[in-house]
């Protein structure tokens, strides 16, 4: 095990990473910004060490800037987080030069991953089944045209090296390629660098359906069991639970297994979370795989009592999986809210600022994940998302319910939040019967 871990991160996935340091009795190290500076992690970490600037790209994004932090402090593990460089094979590259631990999969799988082409090419080849579409980049808007007949519309062009909804087109007809094709190239280029595309057949109303793994150094790969993740906004998820109470049990097994064959087809290690789209006559195929600790991962944590921060951190640092798949077990059901400074009212818009009063919610199959207090100012340089209300019950009706208290008792002012918009969605006949999916928040729901 290491000795000191640098928390290469902020806002409430920093605050769970340095408690789960502390637990195991290591050393850590937080950085911030220059907005930064109170948050709540930075009370309870050994150093501290200001990045400087404000925007992503002057703090959390500059390598050079997080590498010369573990240096200085002499840390010799970096957590990641979600975001920012959590799947950044440059930033594992360069830790690796210094001898310093990335708290994630190898550099060669990170490499591996940030090409979603390729990933989908080499499970593929392992038996996984995955959306219909091309296998090869395109190198024209007639080579996509012709592909995008075969597959019949509508269809969706993918930037190679995409990420975070970025270089993605809904294409409904052929004479909406062209223009498509030539902003998705300018989009991915921009973004990432290369102009590269696949295109796959938009497969409608379907179910989000993810597997948590954790998997160690020796070959060893487990699943946690599944997460909905279909109640989504602009492909953004805003509640997710687990399990998915619409899978039988013979899906379900189906979609754990192609999990674990997938992470062993691609060596994976440490957590990571394979992502499936399941469609309305009950086929599903593998959309991505996340290369790091999920936002969502507490409802997993919730439902099997596994600490998976805990058994990221120590499968990094070259321990075995301290259980098999025969000892997971699964009890009850969670559901994740997760709460934005945003206002619902308005589309959604931003809403930074400071937050004059701030009281969770509390009680029996509760949890609140948050780095925020009365008196903090939520800065507008970053992702809105300021708390997460996970709530577990022993079934879904009871969870539910309890989330729907929970809820009227988590108060936020100062600013907007969307804590009415999940009260809405808790209220929906649709919602509540199971009858929803990934585009049910545009196309069926109504914000009054």
Partial sequence: MFSKVLIANRGEIALRVTRACRELGLKTVGIFS?????????????????????????????IDKVVEACLLTRADAVHPGYGFLSENALFAQKLQENNIVFIGPSVDVLRTMKNKLLTK?????????????????????????????????????????????????????????????R???????????????????????????????????????????????????????VLEEAPAHFLDAGLRSEILKCAVKAAQALNYTTCGTLEFLVTEDGNFYFMELNAR???????????????????????????????????????????????????????????????????????????????CYSGYVVPPYYDSLI???IVWDENRDFALRRSYEALHSFFVEGISTTIPFHLRILQNEDFVRGCFHTRFIEEDFVME
């Fill in 387 to 389: 708390a997460k209300l």
């Fill in 293 to 371: 600790i999920q936002v969502e991962h507490p409802v997993t944590e919730m439902i099997t009592g596994v600490d998976i921060v805990r058994e990221q951190i120590k499968a990094a640092s070259g321990e075995k999986l301290p259980f098999n798949q025969e000892d997971i077990a699964f009890r009850g059901h969670a559901i994740e809210m997760r709460i934005n400074a945003e206002d619902p009212f308005r589309n959604f818009t931003p809403s930074p600022g400071r937050i004059t009063r701030f009281e969770i919610p509390r009680g029996p199959g509760i949890r609140v994940d948050s780095h």
């Fill in 121 to 181: 090419k080499i499970l593929h080849q392992a038996g996984i089944p995955v959306v219909p579409g091309s296998l090869e980049p395109l190198h024209s808007e007639e080579e996509a045209l012709s592909v995008a007949r075969e597959l019949g519309f509508p269809v969706l062009l993918k930037a190679c090296l995409g990420g975070g909804g970025r270089g993605i087109r809904v294409v409904a007809s052929e004479k909406e390629l062209k223009d498509a094709f």
């Fill in 34 to 62: 220059d907005s930064d500076a109170n948050l709540l992690h930075l009370r309870f970490v050994d150093q501290k060490v200001a990045l400087g600037g404000n925007s992503p790209l002057e703090s959390y994004l500059n």
């Fill in 183 to 237: 902003s998705a190239s300018r989009e991915a280029k921009m973004a990432f660098g290369s102009s590269d595309l696949y295109l796959e057949k938009q497969i409608e109303r379907a179910r989000h359906i993810e597997v948590q793994i954790l998997a160690d150094n020796f070959g060893n790969v487990v699943h946690l069991g599944e997460r909905e993740c279909s109640l989504q906004r602009k492909r953004q998820k």
